[in-house]
């Protein structure tokens, strides 16, 4: 029996028969081609070109600024390094709020120039004409709820969202017309489990949560915060897989002293 893991390529059809079956669909952020080979050999179903890459990759402390042609350049590595999982992106803030016509055309140019195969957006019923517009003209599009970081200054903060009931059904109104409006899954971020639920029982398309709970259809985290690379905050919902921020810096470390003093390198690392 082979022992190289199934290669058939996750699509937005898969992602939903994954939701039908109860198979979890497991999915991280990718922004570099090394990392988006590793994860797709690991067996993620799912990279998101995030526009997290405003604060791990740029060290800004939103995801306000960031452009288009940046996630046109993230997304162009990724999607090129990738084999089976399925490649989503962002679109960056004021990239698709403006009109449809507009979002239309910077999703468009995601697919087309950077090989993204569907598109992730902040927001609920306010924007179902834009997700109707995309899904319409070929391009699928997956949802995000709850804490949408684009919205932080609106929010003024990073409390838990959905608590009150009138919150929480305010999203799971937003899921249901962002099923409507075509949308093949939604990212539901920091809200409380129960929400988390309550969504993924009421909607037919899969939920991926980041805090959300574990009754989502599937989880997302941001990969330099599981992997303890980006370490300046830890929400509760991050588990951290490994401490590469203490690796990477004690492996720093020990070369900057071989260097000093003169221990690299050494006769069989010359020619
Ligand atoms: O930009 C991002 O990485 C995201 C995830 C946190 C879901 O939107």
Redesign the pocket.
Known sequence: MSQHRELKKVTTESLRLMKGKGRKIACL?AYDAIMAQLLDEAGIDLL?V????GTVIQGLAT?ISVTLDQMLYHCKIVSRSVKRALVVV?LPFLSFQVSAEEALRNAGTLMKEAGAEAV?L?GGAVFSGVVKRLTDSGIPVMG?LGLT?QSIHSFGTYRVRGESEEEARRILEDARSLEEAGAFAI?L?KIPSALGKRITEAIEIPTIG?GAGPDCDGQ???THDMLGLFTKFHPRFVRHYANMAEDMLHAFKSYADDVQKGRFPEEHESY
């Open positions: 952020t998101l995030g526009d997290s890459a995801t962002d992730k902040e995000h970081p990212v971020e980041i997302i985290l941001v």
